[in-house]
T-cell receptor, first 109, second 113 residues
Framework: QKEVEQNSGPLSVPEGAIASLNCTYSDRGSQSFFWYRQYSGKSPELIMS????GDKEDGRFTAQLNKASQYVSLLIRDSQPSDSATYLC?????????FGKGTTLSVSS | DVKVTQSSRYLVKRTGEKVFLECVQD?????MFWYRQDPGLGLRLIYFSYDVKMKEKGDIPEGYSVSREKKERFSLILESASTNQTSMYLCASSLPRGPGELFFGEGSRLTVL
């Protein structure tokens, strides 16, 4: 069974802090990993993708991948109240994506 | 921009009714998917299709069927709706090659009474 494990949270951080979201996955063969953000009542939107070991930065977001440990993380620097959402980790398992249950992030001003 | 459009944002149906959820994408993507999302259970794959008239079962296909007569359109059918099918239904599409990121529609919230 291909699975993704995420801490459901809620993760609470003050405005301006770094938020760290973590994810482990079961499929050693997967090559593609994604972070989606989902606001309440909305559909998921892709914010980061990562395919090789190491870090990938995009603005305030950094994704980190460690295939040996089967671990993916997302760092959000200078967190803003608008970052308050549920963050879904996913990996490609065949044609479809396998999603974690999501981590709820709350950024307080 | 990729546009995935789901025909109904909110639906209320009675137990036993036949329900059609429609999804259209405008980016010529071969792959299309139906997920449902429930609190505490996350996103679960119901069915997907990698070509016209082709379909594959996902993790929870029971009680559902799908139709893909045209490349841009993928329909989810609940033959006889039940209360445990009350959920948020999300349609998505992707290219067949490449990393596989999904582009989601806005979702259809179905309530079965």
């Amino acid at each position: 069974q291909k699975e993704v494990e995420q801490n459901s949270g809620p993760l609470s951080v003050p405005e301006g802090a770094i938020a760290s979201l973590n994810c482990t996955y079961s499929d050693r063969g997967s090559q593609s990993f994604f972070w989606y953000r989902q606001y309440s009542g909305k559909s998921p939107e892709l914010i980061m993708s990562i395919y090789s070991n190491g870090d990938k930065e995009d603005g305030r977001f950094t994704a980190q991948l460690n295939k040996a440990s089967q671990y993916v993380s997302l760092l959000i620097r200078d967190s803003q109240p608008s970052d308050s959402a549920t963050y879904l980790c996913a990996f490609r398992g065949g044609t479809a994506l396998i999603f974690g249950k999501g981590t709820t992030l709350s950024v307080s001003s | 921009d990729v546009k995935v459009t789901q025909s109904s944002r909110y639906l209320v149906k009675r137990t036993g009714e036949k329900v059609f959820l429609e999804c259209v994408q405008d980016m010529d993507h071969e792959n299309m998917f139906w997920y449902r999302q429930d609190p505490g259970l996350g996103l679960r794959l119901i069915y997907f299709s990698y070509d016209v008239k082709m379909k594959e079962k996902g993790d929870i296909p029971e009680g559902y069927s799908v139709s893909r007569e045209k490349k841009e359109r993928f329909s989810l059918i609940l033959e006889s709706a039940s209360t445990n099918q009350t959920s948020m239904y999300l349609c998505a599409s992707s290219l067949p090659r490449g990393p596989g990121e999904l582009f989601f529609g806005e979702g259809s919230r179905l309530t079965v009474l």
